[in-house]
């Protein structure tokens, strides 16, 4: 059997089958394995989410991901991860990360791949790909490959300075397998106009917001850009947001930000409006609340409509961002093939016997945190039992 994609899925895919027995080639057009985990997690790599469930992907089938995530789940790789003596820690909401370099983890599955038999060919790109009866025939750089089983790992089009592409997507269409029209996802989104020259003014400030859009909400740091909004709740949020959409920021979430101005209002009125925000927010960004709501003078002065519109300004900012900083930056790419193509007990392709798809490929997407490396794990095993 073949598998294209020496990353997370691929690896973990190569070792299930080459545990069963399988001769696998771990075919791959960049010269290391598990790029994308060496980068992640800073350097530390976020190998899974202790929390990942179902309700932690999107998907145009929701529940495709249910399979594979039950039989596969994050304790399980957590045991394969202490069965190396990896050491990890929990950063922050379930979210798991190697105490040590990522590189712990490229080599305890390259080694389990060199000890279930896989045999890996990096630098190899695959220049044809055709199936002729129940034989799928590879030309590549390194020469011609046959197998009855072929696996696309190639995940999607994030990165491509990494070398990511849209193999997987030719080839799925290759093969008369429908898309869902791939977009960048965990993404920095950018603004324009009036909007951009205020995010420019605020650029390195960082605060707790809540982030809503088209009924999803993360609570979580958001950072001000030279070109718009990043930070983990504006990359949460970007898998839901669509050009043209609204967002609603809230920067002192959880307060009830007018009734406590109301009340610095009767216990001080000589105090300035900046100096009642400044237990939620920084400096430099209650200044440009502060003057998006058009309050001066002492708060004293201010009525209750002025600091509703200035609580308002905090915890109900609606903004249109006009796109995102796209693949370049985007961790992940939402979108890929389309499930309903796919068993979801095996990735199979149902109308292309012997072809599978795994990992970011498919139209499968995790939140930020790790969740993404766990359907890789759980969509690779999967194929693995049976490939």
Same mark, same amino acid.
């Given at each position: 059997m073949i598998i294209i994609g020496a990353g997370a899925a691929g690896m973990m895919c190569a070792i299930e089958a080459g545990?069963?027995?399988?001769?696998?080639?771990?075919?791959?057009?960049?010269?290391?394995?598990?790029?994308?985990?060496?980068?992640?997690?800073?350097?530390?790599?976020?190998?899974?989410?202790m929390h990942a469930a179902p309700g932690n992907f999107i998907s145009k089938n929701p529940h495709f991901c249910v399979s594979a995530l039950k039989r596969y789940r994050p304790a399980d790789f957590i045991a394969k991860v202490d069965a190396h003596a990896i050491a990890w820690h929990e950063k922050t909401l379930g979210q798991l990360f190697c105490d040590g370099a990522s590189r712990q983890i490229i080599d305890m599955l390259t080694g389990e791949c060199r000890d279930a038999g896989v045999t890996l060919k990096?630098?190899?790109?695959?220049?044809?790909?055709?199936?002729?009866?129940?034989?799928?025939?590879?030309?590549?750089?390194?020469?011609?490959?046959?197998?009855?089983?072929?696996?696309?790992?190639?995940?999607?089009?994030s990165i491509p300075k990494m070398g990511a592409t849209d193999f997987a997507?030719?080839?799925?269409?290759?093969?008369?397998?429908?898309?869902?029209?791939?977009?960048?996802?965990?993404?920095?989104?950018?603004?324009?106009?009036?909007?951009?020259?205020?995010?420019?003014?605020?650029?390195?400030?960082?605060? +707790?917001? &809540?982030?809503?859009?088209?009924?999803? %909400?993360?609570?979580? #740091?958001? *950072?001000?850009?030279? /070109?718009?909004?990043? =930070?983990?709740?504006?990359?949460?949020?970007?898998?839901?947001?669509?050009?043209?959409? +609204?967002? &609603?920021?809230?920067?002192?979430?959880? %307060?009830?930000?007018? #009734?406590? *101005?109301?009340?610095? /209002?009767?216990?001080? =009125?000589?105090?300035?409006?900046?100096?009642?925000?400044?237990?939620?927010?920084?400096?430099?960004?209650?200044?440009?609340?502060?003057?998006? %709501?058009?309050?001066?003078?002492?708060?004293?002065?201010?009525?209750?409509?002025?600091l509703k519109a200035l609580s308002d300004a905090a915890q109900h900012w609606r903004v249109k961002p006009v796109g995102s900083e796209g693949y370049r930056t985007a961790e992940v790419t939402l979108g890929g093939v389309d499930t309903d193509e796919l068993s979801s007990k095996t990735m199979e392709a149902k109308r292309a016997p012997g072809l599978y798809f795994i990992g970011e490929a498919v139209d499968v997407t995790g939140w930020l945190g790790g969740y993404n490396f766990q359907w890789a794990w759980s969509s690779g095993w999967a194929a693995g039992q049976v490939v």
């Amino acid at each position: 059997m073949i598998i294209i994609g020496a990353g997370a899925a691929g690896m973990m895919c190569a070792i299930e089958a080459g545990r069963r027995g399988r001769r696998v080639a771990l075919v791959d057009h960049a010269d290391k394995p598990g790029e994308k985990i060496r980068i992640s997690g800073g350097g530390r790599c976020n190998f899974t989410n202790m929390h990942a469930a179902p309700g932690n992907f999107i998907s145009k089938n929701p529940h495709f991901c249910v399979s594979a995530l039950k039989r596969y789940r994050p304790a399980d790789f957590i045991a394969k991860v202490d069965a190396h003596a990896i050491a990890w820690h929990e950063k922050t909401l379930g979210q798991l990360f190697c105490d040590g370099a990522s590189r712990q983890i490229i080599d305890m599955l390259t080694g389990e791949c060199r000890d279930a038999g896989v045999t890996l060919k990096l630098a190899t790109s695959v220049e044809r790909l055709e199936k002729c009866g129940e034989t799928f025939n590879l030309e590549t750089g390194a020469g011609a490959l046959a197998a009855s089983s072929l696996v696309l790992a190639t995940g999607g089009k994030s990165i491509p300075k990494m070398g990511a592409t849209d193999f997987a997507y030719r080839i799925a269409q290759q093969f008369g397998l429908e898309l869902v029209a791939p977009r960048p996802a965990l993404v920095p989104l950018t603004f324009s106009g009036d909007l951009l020259d205020a995010a420019k003014a605020l650029s390195g400030v960082s605060t +707790e917001a &809540e982030v809503r859009c088209n009924g999803a %909400a993360f609570r979580e #740091a958001l *950072l001000f850009t030279h /070109r718009g909004v990043s =930070g983990p709740s504006i990359l949460q949020i970007s898998s839901y947001w669509r050009e043209g959409d +609204e967002i &609603e920021i809230d920067i002192a979430p959880g %307060a009830d930000l007018f #009734a406590e *101005l109301r009340a610095a /209002r009767t216990r001080n =009125g000589k105090l300035a409006p900046q100096n009642a925000l400044a237990t939620h927010l920084p400096k430099r960004l209650a200044d440009a609340v502060i003057a998006r %709501a058009g309050v001066t003078g002492r708060i004293g002065d201010a009525s209750d409509a002025k600091l509703k519109a200035l609580s308002d300004a905090a915890q109900h900012w609606r903004v249109k961002p006009v796109g995102s900083e796209g693949y370049r930056t985007a961790e992940v790419t939402l979108g890929g093939v389309d499930t309903d193509e796919l068993s979801s007990k095996t990735m199979e392709a149902k109308r292309a016997p012997g072809l599978y798809f795994i990992g970011e490929a498919v139209d499968v997407t995790g939140w930020l945190g790790g969740y993404n490396f766990q359907w890789a794990w759980s969509s690779g095993w999967a194929a693995g039992q049976v490939v």
